[in-house]
T-cell receptor, first 114, second 112 residues
Framework: EAQVTQNPRYLITVTGKKLTVTCSQN?????MSWYRQDPGLGLRQIYY???????DKGDVPEGYKVSRKEKRNFPLILESPSPNQTSLYFC?????????????FGPGTRLTVL | AQSVTQLGSHVSVSEGALVLLRCNYS??????LFWYVQYPNQGLQLLLK??????LVKGINGFEAEFKKSETSFHLTKPSAHMRDAAEYFC??????????FGTGTSLTVIP
């Protein structure tokens, strides 16, 4: 089944404890992206990747890192999480770059930073 | 830079009534426009997209949207609401590149 998977789905952590949220897609998509969803703010793009080893900042990259060493994986790293990073995070992928392709979204990761 | 404004964070309609969800965008270049739906505890799913072909775009589940350049709008409509349409709806815009901008969402309630 074609899908985007994220792990973990739920995570409660404490301020400053490094964490990684994994994202994997099995559709051979070139483009991958991370978003955070907050009430009243909609989805905001954190980082995106146009292909292996090519990443760029979205609208709200502060406090986050990403890497794209393999085409199928695009982990989101929070080196020193803070409470303002408590949010619902979505990974998405699309066939190629160009802005006109449908994005396929993962099920989301709900992160709470205490 | 692009941006999206969705008027009305909550919309309620009766079952069988017209659904109208509003989206206005700003873009310095011809945009690509999308509507996504999010059901409770799920990721987003594409309803429809505008990519500079026909201005009236038909999507899944009976939804459609019309691109109006003069009004910078891309409103989503459905002639007859069904209970299963209750969800959160997001309008999104992208330029010719790789950045996407989403609206703040509209929560649709369908009253039986």
């Amino acid at each position: 089944e074609a899908q985007v998977t994220q792990n973990p789905r739920y995570l409660i952590t404490v301020t400053g404890k490094k964490l990684t949220v994994t994202c994997s897609q099995n559709m051979n998509h070139e483009y991958m992206s991370w978003y955070r969803q907050d009430p009243g703010l909609g989805l905001r793009q954190i980082y995106y990747s146009m292909n292996v080893e090519v990443t760029d900042k979205g609208d709200v990259p502060e406090g986050y890192k990403v890497s794209r060493k393999e085409k199928r994986n695009f982990p989101l790293i929070l080196e020193s999480p803070s409470p303002n990073q408590t949010s619902l995070y979505f990974c998405a992928s699309s066939l190629s770059t160009g802005g006109y392709n449908e994005q396929f979204f993962g099920p989301g990761t709900r992160l709470t930073v205490l | 830079a692009q941006s999206v404004t969705q008027l009305g964070s909550h919309v309620s309609v009766s079952e069988g009534a017209l659904v109208l969800l509003r989206c206005n965008y700003s873009s310095s270049v011809p945009p690509y426009l999308f509507w996504y739906v999010q059901y409770p505890n799920q990721g987003l799913q594409l309803l429809l997209k505008y990519t500079s072909a026909a201005t009236l775009v038909k999507g899944i589940n009976g939804f459609e949207a019309e691109f109006k350049k003069s009004e910078t709008s891309f409103h989503l409509t459905k002639p007859s609401a069904h209970m299963r349409d209750a969800a959160e709806y997001f309008c999104a815009v992208s330029d010719q590149g790789n950045q996407f901008y989403f609206g703040t969402g509209t929560s649709l309630t369908v009253i039986p």
